[in-house]
């Protein structure tokens, strides 16, 4: 049982470059989130899905794609990478039950963009 | 914008209890109090939440003010490995998204 496990946990990209970041999760979870860590800073949510095939923004959605084919994956997608998407990227996963509620969270992704 | 305020940073002698205060006094009845924390840069990790009674699990206690404005995280005995930051975070139960704030930077010192 690995949780939630994140690919690659490190990249470096040129301006303009794109790239996918993974997340699985084998909890059978209905929800996932990605969130995006600047230093000093608390989490802040780019992207969630409440299901297979659905999406839906966060607070800071702009100049990313996410996408939700099969339920245990969740994909985060640059297109053209800037500068300033610098950051550490954290996936994360929850239950939809009534008792659901509770994240468990992924190592983390660090992108560095040039 | 998150709906707590914690102090940012605070420290705790080793085997102390280590108190961490959060006021949410905008918090609305089906709103629950949860606290995560995050060792250095790993993921966040959940310890306890709670509506209004006092919770306690292996990890931590959560005490709650009777009119629900505030609460305290408890370590009953910080260890060093307790170092890290702690976010207190208000939402309604279920899996609306968890809104982060800065939290508190519990450092526990030898």
């Known amino acids: 049982n690995a949780g939630v496990t994140q690919t690659p946990k490190f990249r470096v990209l040129k301006t303009g470059q794109s790239m996918t970041l993974l997340c699985a999760q084998d909890?059978?979870?209905?929800?996932m989130y990605w969130y995006r860590q600047d230093p000093g800073m608390g989490l802040r949510l780019i992207h969630y899905?409440?299901?297979?095939?659905?999406?839906a923004k966060g607070e800071v959605p702009d100049g990313y794609n996410v996408s939700r084919l099969k339920k245990q994956n969740f994909l985060l997608g640059l297109e053209s990478a800037a500068p300033s998407q610098t950051s550490v990227y954290f996936c994360?996963?929850?239950?939809?039950?009534?008792?659901?509620?509770?994240?468990?969270f992924g190592e983390g992704s660090r992108l560095t963009v040039l | 914008d998150a709906k707590t305020t914690q102090p940012p940073s605070m420290d705790c002698a080793e085997g102390r209890a280590a108190n961490l205060p959060c006021n949410h006094s905008?918090?609305?009845?089906?709103?629950?109090v949860y606290w995560y924390r995050q060792i250095h840069s790993q993921g966040p990790q959940y310890i306890i939440h709670?509506?209004?009674n006092n919770e306690t699990n292996e990890m931590a206690s959560l005490i709650i003010t009777e009119d629900r404005k505030s609460s305290t995280l408890i370590l009953p005995h910080a260890t060093l490995r307790d170092t890290a930051v702690y976010y207190c975070?208000?939402?309604?139960?279920?899996?609306?998204?968890?809104?982060f704030g800065k939290g508190t930077r519990l450092s526990v010192i030898a």
């Open positions: 994360a996963s929850s239950y939809s039950g009534r008792d659901g509620g509770e994240l468990f």
């Open positions: 909890m059978n979870h209905e929800y």
């Open positions: 899905s409440v299901g297979e095939g659905t999406t």
């Open positions: 905008t918090i609305s009845g089906n709103e629950y």
């Open positions: 709670g509506l209004k």
């Open positions: 975070i208000v939402r309604v139960r279920g899996n609306t998204p968890l809104v």
